[in-house]
């Protein structure tokens, strides 16, 4: 079955410091991928996406691009601040779905300090 | 903008007591969604409803039952909670297959 598969945190970087979240997915067909942020006491929203090979999604200086040879897509921030302290998501949705319904992985912590 | 509003924030049950967690938005969403969130695991899809009066079962379905009472609302019901269900439950909204809107969640412990 489809699944994603997220790199073990917490991960805890000093400010203006380079991030790499590693995300990697099993599915069959072309699913498209997300990337959801949850900041601390709130639900979780949606940071970005991408819905076919070699797209790159980006939101707030995060980036992201679907790799269907390797089967990642992995997030990346060139700088990141205090305010980006929060637990990242990983997410699929099978190609051809027409509700929302995701996978996620098991989350990612990120601490920034300052 | 209230979005996706569920109640009640916080919840202690005991084994074996029943409760129903509400949810409704304001976004005139045809699909509503529960999942559970525990550590390291993620979250999971307990039961969707794709349009108003149609549900279906998602990954853990076992001991909860919904119910989508009109387009705008949403319920999961523990009908006798177990200490396996203390998780934390979020409910969430799309049109479609758009992006998903999500409430700030219910923290239940079943001790």
């Known amino acids: 079955g489809n699944s994603v598969t997220q790199m073990e945190g917490p991960v805890t970087l000093s400010e203006e410091a380079f991030l790499t979240i590693n995300c990697t997915y099993t599915?069959?067909?072309?699913?498209?991928l997300f990337w959801y942020v949850q900041y601390p006491g709130e639900g979780l929203q949606l940071l970005l996406k991408?819905?076919?090979?070699?797209d790159k999604g980006s939101n707030k200086g995060f980036e992201a691009t679907y790799r269907k040879e390797t089967t990642s897509f992995h997030l990346e921030k060139g700088s990141v601040q205090v305010s980006d302290s929060a637990v990242y998501f990983c997410?699929?949705?099978?190609?051809?779905?027409?509700?929302?319904?995701?996978?996620f992985g098991q989350g990612t912590t990120l601490q920034v300090k300052p | 903008n209230a979005g996706v509003t569920q109640t009640p924030k916080f919840q202690v049950l005991k084994t074996g007591q029943s409760m129903t967690l509400q949810c409704a938005q304001d976004?005139?969403?045809?699909?509503m969604y529960w999942y559970r969130q525990d550590p390291g695991m993620g979250l999971r899809l307990i039961y969707y409803?794709?349009?108003?009066?149609?549900?279906d079962k998602g990954e853990v379905p076992n001991g909860y039952n919904v119910s989508r009472l009109n387009k705008r609302e949403f319920s999961l019901r523990l009908e006798s909670a177990a200490p396996s269900q203390t998780s934390v439950y979020f409910c969430?909204?799309?049109?479609?297959?758009?992006?998903?809107?999500f409430g700030s969640g219910t923290q239940l412990s079943v001790l």
């Open positions: 409803s794709a349009s108003e009066g149609t549900t």
């Open positions: 969430a909204s799309s049109h479609l297959n758009e992006k998903l809107f």
């Open positions: 599915a069959t067909g072309y699913p498209s």
């Open positions: 991408a819905t076919k090979a070699d």
């Open positions: 976004m005139n969403h045809n699909s």
């Open positions: 997410a699929l949705r099978s190609g051809g779905s027409n509700t929302g319904k995701l996978i």
